[in-house]
């Protein structure tokens, strides 16, 4: 996979409450899923509805004409007294066509426009901690 990550530490997503609509018990991520397209619409990026998977949340992205999905999920911590407090992952897969993927271009790079956008997003908040690329 074309990949990098995005980690960090937060209690200000739900990773408490399993909701009947899940559909596996570890789908955590809609409301950071919604709250993080709202972010990147209002920088102007073509972002579309996240959708649930059975793993958390996904949510396909454009940025400069190239195509993204921003996979969500999270962990909470054991035995704390804030039941949402824990570490959320964000996977940013860059896609590419079948030319780029034969010929080994277009792989995502540290200083790719999307990876940095995130990163940019989560720091500038107050209540997320932690924020770091993992490779």
Same mark, same amino acid.
């Given at each position: 996979m074309n990949t990098l990550s995005l980690l960090f530490r937060t209690d200000r997503?739900?990773?408490?409450?399993?909701d009947?609509?899940?559909?596996?018990?570890?789908?955590?991520?809609?409301d950071l899923a919604r709250w993080l397209r709202e972010a990147l619409r209002e920088k102007k990026f073509e972002v579309s509805e996240p959708y649930q998977e059975d793993w958390g949340w996904e949510l396909p992205t454009k940025n400069e004409g190239?195509?993204?999905?921003?996979?969500?999920?999270?962990?909470a911590d054991d035995? *704390?007294?804030?039941?949402n407090e824990g570490e959320w992952r964000i996977i940013?897969?860059? *896609?590419r066509s079948i030319g780029q993927r034969l010929t080994g271009k277009g792989k995502i790079e540290? *200083?790719?426009?999307?990876?940095v956008s995130v990163k940019k997003i989560l720091e500038a908040e107050p209540d997320i901690r932690n924020v770091h690329i993992e490779p």
């Open positions: 997503f739900n990773l408490s409450k399993i009947e609509t899940f559909i596996n018990p570890c789908c955590f991520g809609e190239k195509g993204y999905y921003l996979c969500i999920s999270g962990n035995e *704390r007294a804030n039941s940013i897969e860059k *896609r540290l *200083r790719d426009g999307m990876l």
